[in-house]
């Protein structure tokens, strides 16, 4: 046998006993055996570097070193999930998704771990690249740290397609978690709060090797892709297992929501027997072809829901409340509390959200109330114990001055909080608009954080975010703990970041109420900053899914003398401030005012491609049949509930040729 054969013949037994081990528990060498095996493939790599494989088994002890985790596009975005909290919400979601699809529907019922998300992606059947959630949108370059978990293959097993993502949740075990903690402890150190954030923590770390030492294990439990072959969710998982990953057995394919409600009331109670933390249960339909049906909302797929378990609850003192100016002048008051174990972490705030909710509460210093975590993220107060009030308490009489700037607080009839509007002048609100401006979904400014903006605010150095572009490495050096080389990179990155898309720079500038989703139907409507900036109310209404309280405030925003000059000053210093040429180029409105539903299966081109190219040319995609829909484009596999609706209506049906000959 030559020693590439050698090699090879190490690596493929390391593989299998390594998937015997960590995704079937099933052991079928002693860990003595294997750490010998081990030795002799790092031994044989050592003296023949011309076998280099970055899938190799010897790869998984870590050892490089990342210094930046490299941005990355995802292919398939990683949408984010609807939340439900009882059965009223679940028969609601069911009663929708029902009048989008034919025929019956199942359902599979999915534990929701409580990790960091992972998309990771393989090409002929090997590891190719691993990358954060992020925003969606983009996330993090993390293979080198991914690599070190056993429980990821680094090369597939069976069938698989030439290119494949895998979606996952990277998770901390408990007994892991309490380990570390007991070497921790026994250090010296602070005990790590809680599984999830470390878990999510262990991905960002710049040594892999230390990622390696952590007992972190990746649950599957999506697959995007084509040539897949796959038609359910359900087959979605065992295809997954087949592959070498290890998906979770606990998955159970239902037939109702009644059937949901078992699996979510059994495993409110055996979760806390699990291994890892959980909270709550994902339902998905079951059918893929469905799942196309019913597509996605700006912000997570129709075809999916997440049940959460009921909160825990904890009793605590309140002991003060403070108050908290936001980028836009909005006052939010915030309670102090007797620090408190719930839900994996020590809570010391919680979030009162306005006025109203302090005086429908009656919440009192020094009260015992009662706090839970908001979906299990998110503290929040609940109710008071009045049985343990202590006597002569006195009720909350809310600020009536900005605890920054002591300007006079604003509060509009039928707005739920209170405003400073001292939008110049009121640090805070400063601060926040530039954080907002230079954050991952807006400008994405390498190098500079929110400390750092903190930092040149109060140095004098920057009072609005048009002020970035004027400064110099000489100005930032002196800094508190800016070297020579964040320097650089700061200024790069600022640099750099006039060539953002137009859409983002408007969510950057930070109008109310103007969101990403809103940025991009202002942008792509009128096209520059120019053309939105002189919009009168009416017009911007006409602009699809613009109401009139976006529409004030956008008007609002460009009636302020500040906000005008500094748009004149990021347009001067060349920032993107209209859609670019090459956008432009594959926009029309040759489709403008008309309504499609799009159903089926089409071949010339994917659904999805099929509705950016009614976007793109001024249409409107709607996800169900009306009076007002112009035509329902119809593939293979239409619902017939779909063709007898837009019939009885008198809706035209035409076939995937027939759309581009309209193009």
Same mark, same amino acid.
């Given at each position: 046998?030559?020693?590439?054969?050698?090699?090879?013949?190490?690596?493929?037994?390391? &593989?299998?006993?390594?998937?015997?081990?960590?995704?079937?528990?099933?052991?079928?060498?002693?860990?003595?055996?294997?750490?010998?095996?081990?030795?002799?493939?790092?031994?044989?790599?050592?003296?023949?570097?011309?076998?280099?494989?970055?899938?190799?088994?010897?790869?998984?002890?870590?050892?490089?070193?990342?210094?930046?985790?490299?941005?990355?596009?995802?292919?398939?975005?990683?949408?984010?999930?609807?939340?439900?909290?009882?059965?009223?919400?679940?028969?609601?979601?069911?009663? %929708?998704?029902?009048?989008?699809?034919?025929?019956?529907?199942?359902?599979?019922?999915?534990?929701?771990?409580?990790?960091?998300?992972?998309?990771?992606?393989?090409?002929?059947?090997?590891?190719? %690249?691993?990358?954060?959630?992020?925003?969606?949108?983009?996330?993090?370059?993390?293979?080198?740290?991914?690599?070190?978990?056993?429980?990821?293959?680094?090369?597939?097993?069976?069938?698989?397609?030439?290119?494949?993502?895998?979606?996952?949740?990277?998770?901390?075990?408990?007994?892991?978690?309490?380990?570390?903690?007991?070497?921790?402890?026994?250090?010296?150190?602070?005990?790590?709060?809680?599984?999830?954030?470390?878990?999510?923590?262990?991905?960002?770390?710049?040594?892999?090797?230390?990622?390696?030492?952590?007992?972190?294990?990746?649950?599957?439990?999506?697959?995007?892709?084509?040539?897949?072959?796959?038609?359910?969710?359900?087959?979605?998982?065992?295809?997954?297992?087949?592959?070498?990953?290890?998906?979770?057995?606990?998955?159970?394919?239902?037939?109702?929501?009644?059937?949901?409600?078992?699996?979510?009331?059994?495993?409110?109670?055996?979760?806390?027997?699990?291994?890892?933390?959980?909270?709550?249960?994902?339902?998905?339909?079951?059918?893929?072809?469905?799942?196309?049906?019913?597509?996605?909302?700006?912000?997570?797929?129709?075809?999916?829901?997440?049940?959460?378990?009921?909160?825990?609850?904890?009793?605590?003192?309140?002991?003060?409340?403070?108050?908290?100016?936001?980028?836009?002048?909005?006052?939010?008051?915030?309670?102090?509390?007797?620090?408190?174990?719930?839900?994996?972490?020590?809570?010391?705030?919680?979030?009162?959200?306005?006025?109203?909710?302090?005086?429908?509460?009656?919440? &009192?210093?020094?009260?015992?109330?009662?706090?839970?975590?908001?979906?299990?993220?998110?503290?929040?107060?609940?109710?008071?114990?009045?049985?343990?009030?202590?006597?002569?308490?006195?009720?909350?009489?809310?600020?009536?001055?900005?605890?920054?700037?002591?300007?006079?607080?604003?509060?509009?009839?039928?707005?739920?909080?209170?405003?400073?509007?001292?939008?110049?002048?009121?640090?805070?609100?400063?601060?926040?608009?530039?954080?907002?401006?230079?954050?991952?979904?807006?400008?994405?400014?390498?190098?500079?954080?929110?400390?750092?903006?903190?930092?040149?605010?109060?140095?004098?150095?920057?009072?609005?975010?048009?002020?970035?572009?004027?400064?110099?490495?000489?100005?930032?050096?002196?800094?508190?703990?800016?070297?020579?080389?964040?320097?650089?990179?700061?200024?790069?990155?600022?640099?750099?970041?006039?060539?953002?898309?137009?859409?983002?720079?408007?969510?950057?500038?930070?109008?109310?109420?103007?969101?990403?989703?809103?940025?991009?139907?202002?942008?792509?409507?009128?096209?520059?900053?120019?053309?939105?900036?002189?919009?009168?109310?009416?017009?911007?209404?006409?602009?699809?899914?613009?109401?009139?309280?976006?529409?004030?405030?956008?008007?609002?925003?460009?009636?302020?003398?500040?906000?005008?000059?500094?748009?004149?000053?990021?347009?001067?210093?060349?920032?993107?401030?209209?859609?670019?040429?090459?956008?432009?180029?594959?926009?029309?409105?040759?489709?403008?005012?008309?309504?499609?539903?799009?159903?089926?299966?089409?071949?010339?081109?994917?659904?999805?491609?099929?509705?950016?190219?009614?976007?793109?040319?001024?249409?409107?995609?709607?996800?169900?049949?009306?009076?007002?829909?112009?035509?329902?484009?119809?593939?293979?596999?239409?619902?017939?509930?779909?063709?007898?609706?837009?019939?009885?209506?008198?809706?035209?049906?035409?076939?995937?040729?027939?759309?581009?000959?309209?193009?």
């Amino acid at each position: 046998m030559s020693t590439k054969e050698k090699i090879e013949s190490l690596r493929e037994e390391l &593989r299998q006993h390594n998937y015997n081990y960590y995704t079937l528990d099933n052991p079928t060498i002693t860990d003595f055996e294997f750490d010998m095996k081990l030795k002799s493939l790092q031994e044989l790599e050592a003296k023949h570097p011309e076998f280099y494989d970055a899938n190799s088994p010897s790869l998984r002890v870590g050892g490089a070193v990342t210094k930046s985790f490299e941005t990355v596009v995802h292919e398939h975005r990683m949408y984010s999930l609807d939340n439900s909290y009882s059965k009223e919400d679940l028969l609601d979601w069911e009663k %929708r998704i029902k009048k989008l699809v034919d025929g019956p529907i199942t359902y599979v019922c999915e534990l929701k771990y409580d990790g960091a998300s992972i998309s990771l992606t393989y090409e002929n059947g090997k590891l190719l %690249r691993a990358v954060t959630r992020g925003d969606g949108f983009q996330g993090d370059d993390v293979t080198t740290n991914i690599r070190t978990i056993n429980t990821v293959p680094l090369i597939l097993k069976g069938d698989y397609p030439e290119k494949i993502d895998i979606r996952g949740e990277i998770v901390l075990p408990f007994d892991g978690f309490n380990k570390m903690n007991e070497e921790r402890v026994a250090a010296g150190e602070e005990p790590y709060k809680n599984p999830r954030n470390t878990a999510s923590g262990s991905l960002k770390l710049q040594d892999s090797a230390e990622t390696a030492k952590r007992p972190l294990e990746c649950l599957l439990y999506n697959i995007e892709g084509r040539g897949t072959g796959i038609k359910t969710q359900f087959e979605n998982l065992e295809k997954a297992r087949n592959w070498g990953f290890k998906a979770p057995s606990d998955a159970k394919l239902v037939n109702s929501i009644d059937e949901v409600l078992e699996f979510v009331n059994y495993w409110d109670n055996a979760r806390h027997d699990l291994p890892y933390e959980t909270d709550g249960v994902v339902i998905k339909v079951n059918s893929l072809f469905q799942q196309q049906e019913l597509g996605y909302t700006s912000k997570a797929p129709r075809w999916a829901m997440a049940y959460k378990f009921k909160a825990e609850q904890v009793s605590t003192r309140l002991n003060s409340i403070s108050y908290q100016v936001g980028r836009t002048g909005a006052i939010t008051p915030v309670a102090n509390l007797e620090p408190v174990a719930l839900a994996g972490t020590i809570v010391k705030r919680a979030s009162l959200h306005n006025a109203d909710q302090i005086e429908k509460l009656d919440i &009192r210093i020094n009260d015992a109330v009662f706090v839970e975590k908001g979906g299990e993220i998110i503290p929040k107060i609940i109710a008071v114990d009045l049985s343990k009030r202590r006597q002569g308490s006195q009720s909350t009489v809310y600020i009536s001055k900005c605890p920054e700037c002591h300007h006079e607080l604003v509060r509009t009839e039928g707005d739920a909080k209170h405003y400073c509007l001292n939008y110049n002048g009121c640090n805070p609100q400063v601060i926040g608009r530039i954080q907002h401006y230079i954050s991952r979904k807006a400008m994405d400014i390498e190098g500079l954080g929110d400390e750092t903006v903190a930092l040149l605010v109060n140095a004098g150095l920057i009072s609005n975010y048009s002020d970035l572009y004027v400064l110099k490495k000489t100005d930032v050096l002196p800094l508190e703990r800016m070297a020579e080389k964040s320097a650089d990179k700061l200024i790069a990155g600022i640099e750099a970041s006039k060539q953002i898309p137009f859409e983002r720079v408007l969510y950057a500038i930070g109008i109310r109420f103007v969101g990403e989703t809103v940025a991009k139907k202002l942008a792509k409507h009128f096209k520059s900053i120019d053309a939105l900036s002189i919009a009168n109310i009416d017009e911007l209404i006409s602009v699809d899914e613009i109401g009139e309280k976006i529409a004030e405030s956008v008007v609002e925003f460009f009636s302020i003398k500040a906000n005008h000059d500094m748009v004149q000053r990021l347009k001067m210093f060349g920032v993107q401030l209209e859609l670019s040429t090459d956008v432009l180029a594959n926009q029309t409105n040759r489709l403008e005012g008309q309504i499609f539903v799009v159903s089926g299966v089409f071949h010339t081109v994917s659904r999805n491609e099929l509705k950016q190219l009614i976007e793109n040319n001024g249409g409107k995609v709607a996800s169900s049949i009306s009076s007002k829909t112009t035509y329902v484009v119809a593939g293979d596999k239409m619902g017939p509930s779909k063709r007898t609706k837009a019939e009885a209506l008198g809706v035209p049906i035409i076939l995937e040729n027939d759309f581009f000959q309209i193009l």
